[in-house]
């Protein structure tokens, strides 16, 4: 079908105002094919979590697979670069497939070690962050209090997600602002311009040059962090060395990167409807679980994933070939009214709430336990400090990062009065 509206996913329009964008597409065809960056475009929630549940037609080895050239382009300079980055994303990955394009590789597929982290990762060994998490963000509300305002970005989203992940995986505390400019960049392989290669791989290259030492630490003595969880990997036979840097890389930047937008985006939300912050207020115990269940499912952190085919298949009416590129989008799937009653309100007592902000299937992400624990503590000690939230400047003017799958704020100017 010709496109007869806007379908770019790096347009302003799908930047600024997401789900009137998605919402749009999602009404006019739910599994669109995208011609200027082929790519098929997944909206509705039936059909993402049918995507998602089935990891044997949709892999997640992108790069891979993919053999047509990058999309959005790149400066031809750039394709040894690109060529790079490509190696690069095929190691880093703990892919469900792994073995079906590299069958030298022992040991456990990706199910068996996801199994392995998911040991890290349980509810019950995530609760054992909580006092962490809520002495920092005490310690970050006493001087956000005494000024009376906040960037949200810079003084609570950033410093307490990132405090985190870093004690996880057994980094000093010295390097946390080092290690958030360096993640930051990896951002550079969502965007759109020719020449994102470069900042990429020199961030990848960074990134590797600091994490590599810490893990060769770990794999001659282990201790008791996250590196060390998946330097056994390699102990074990599993993993090369290069497979256990890039996948220690990928778990410092989605342990606190989806964090910080749920904090971001959720606090902004409620500055934009002030009932729910009363409601919120007069039960902040009671009320927190399902109010950042909403902050998800309302403006969630993670946009969009992509795919690639591995077989011809139909979704909606439409033929997916092998070797396309299918990307699916959660903007999209949170708003869809086939499955979320007022689904462009925010209510913080929305129940039930079949959200896929974490995504769906094998591929749930490992730290959703740990992510809804930190909105949590969040939205709640806000709640029970601070009568009032008030942006600073008119909504209108919210810079956001132009990613394709990221819904991330540049900054967020926010008055506070105190309740105390």
């Not at 963000?137 to 949200?152: Q, S, W």
């Amino acid at each position: 079908m010709v496109s007869t509206i806007n379908d770019n996913p790096f347009s302003l329009e799908a930047m600024y105002q997401p789900y009137d964008f998605y919402n749009r597409l999602r009404e006019w065809e739910p599994v669109h094919y995208n011609e200027q960056y082929e790519v098929w475009m997944v909206t509705s929630w039936e059909h993402l979590v049918w995507v998602t549940r089935h990891p044997e037609v949709f892999s997640s080895s992108v790069f891979a697979r993919d053999v047509r050239p990058p999309n959005p382009p790149i400066d031809e300079d750039d394709m040894e670069i690109y060529n790079y980055i490509k190696n690069w994303q095929v190691s880093r990955f703990i892919q469900q497939d792994q073995k079906r394009y590299n069958p030298e590789v022992s040991g456990p597929d990706h199910i068996d070690m996801r199994r392995v982290m998911h040991g890290y990762f349980t509810p019950k060994s995530m609760e054992m962050w909580r006092p962490l998490v809520q002495s920092a963000i005490d310690e970050l509300l006493d001087a956000v209090e005494e000024k009376g305002r906040m960037d949200v970005m810079a003084d609570l989203a950033t410093p307490l997600p990132l405090l985190v992940i870093a004690r996880m995986l057994g980094i000093p505390d010295s390097d946390r602002p080092i290690m958030r400019v360096l993640a930051k960049d990896l951002r550079h392989l969502n965007r759109t311009g020719p020449d994102r290669m470069g900042p990429l791989s020199q961030s990848v290259q960074n990134l590797q040059d600091y994490l590599g030492p810490l893990v060769a630490e770990r794999v001659a003595a282990p201790k008791d962090d996250l590196i060390s969880v998946v330097a056994e990997g390699e102990r074990q036979g599993i993993f090369t060395r290069d497979q256990v840097v890039n996948n220690v890389m990928l778990l410092l930047s989605a342990g606190h990167e989806t964090t910080i937008n749920l904090i971001c985006n959720g606090t902004l939300a409620f500055t934009q409807h002030p009932d729910q912050w009363a409601a919120l207020r007069t039960d902040p115990d009671g009320k927190t679980v399902r109010a950042t269940e909403e902050a998800l499912r309302y403006d969630s952190p993670v946009k969009s994933i992509q795919r690639i085919a591995l077989d011809d298949i139909e979704i909606a009416g439409q033929t997916v070939r092998k070797n396309d590129r299918v990307r699916w989008f959660i903007s999209g799937a949170n708003r869809d009214p086939k499955v979320f009653d007022r689904a462009d309100d925010f209510d913080i007592d929305r129940y039930p709430n079949q959200h896929v902000a974490f995504g769906s299937g094998v591929h749930h992400c490992l730290g959703a336990t740990l992510a809804r624990l930190e909105g949590q503590e969040i939205f709640r000690n806000l709640a029970n400090r601070f009568e009032s939230l008030e942006l600073e400047i008119p909504v209108e003017q919210v810079e956001y990062d132009q990613l394709i799958g990221l819904r991330a704020v540049e900054s967020l100017p926010v008055t506070v009065t105190s309740a105390r």
